[in-house]
T-cell receptor, first 117, second 115 residues
Framework: AQTVTQSQPEMSVQEAETVTLSCTYDTSESDYYLFWYKQPPSRQMILVIRQEAYKQQNATENRFSVNFQKAAKSFSLKISDSQLGDAAMYFCAYRTDLGGSQGNLIFGKGTKLSVKP | KAGVTQTPRYLIKTRGQQVTLSCSPISGHRSVSWYQQTPGQGLQFLFEYFSETQRNKGNFPGRFSGRQFSNSRSEMNVSTLELGDSALYLC??????????????FGPGTRLTVL
């Protein structure tokens, strides 16, 4: 069964600084997708960034970028120039579109990010 | 385009009762998935519906059920509520199933409290 592990329950960063959130996963599939979702307190979960496993190039979305290491099954999120609005729970998620568990997201436990002014 | 909507946003029930939650996906999205979020267990997949058929089911007891209508709206039902069913129930919609770069978009959730 696929699993997703986020080893940092909480992280803190100074405003305007850079922070990296870690995520590892376990799967025997070769084709899958990885996501980082952000869930602000009492607010809706939104997609931050997505990576297709077949793409070697790391995904970037403005201040957010990932370091995808397929062989190591690692998928970290880097937030540059951190802003107060980045404070939230961040969830790493895995999805395969093949096999018995196709389509559903498997989430890590989350990392709570605090941003200090 | 309107996002995923869920009703009601908050619910308080007592043990033994049953509850029905509703989810309206983004227009054009035919796949609806449900997730349970608790502090202890995190986010867990409940089930997915596509074209009015349950396509995938997570490891939850039969008290948890759902359905999808022809307009892709979905409902989930929990019967004989237990204290442990207290959670945030999230609905996510996606345009299609199968290999795709489609992203799941989440609704705001329904906060269920069982007393």
């Amino acid at each position: 069964a696929q699993t997703v592990t986020q080893s940092q329950p909480e992280m803190s960063v100074q405003e305007a600084e850079t922070v990296t959130l870690s995520c590892t996963y376990d799967t025997s599939e070769s084709d899958y997708y990885l996501f980082w979702y952000k869930q602000p307190p009492s607010r809706q979960m939104i997609l931050v960034i997505r990576q297709e496993a077949y793409k070697q190039q790391n995904a970037t979305e403005n201040r957010f970028s990932v370091n995808f290491q397929k062989a190591a099954k690692s998928f970290s999120l880097k937030i540059s120039d951190s802003q107060l609005g980045d404070a939230a729970m961040y969830f790493c998620a895995y999805r395969t579109d093949l096999g018995g568990s196709q389509g559903n997201l498997i989430f890590g436990k989350g990392t709570k990010l605090s941003v200090k002014p | 385009k309107a996002g995923v909507t869920q009703t009601p946003r908050y619910l308080i029930k007592t043990r033994g009762q049953q509850v029905t939650l509703s989810c309206s996906p983004i227009s054009g999205h035919r796949s609806v998935s449900w997730y349970q979020q608790t502090p202890g267990q995190g986010l867990q997949f409940l089930f997915e519906y596509f074209s009015e058929t349950q396509r995938n089911k997570g490891n939850f007891p039969g008290r948890f059920s759902g359905r999808q209508f022809s307009n892709s709206r979905s409902e989930m039902n929990v019967s004989t509520l237990e204290l442990g069913d207290s959670a945030l129930y999230l609905c996510a919609s996606r345009r299609r199933r199968g290999p795709s770069t489609d992203t799941q978009y989440f609704g705001p959730g329904t906060r269920l409290t069982v007393l």
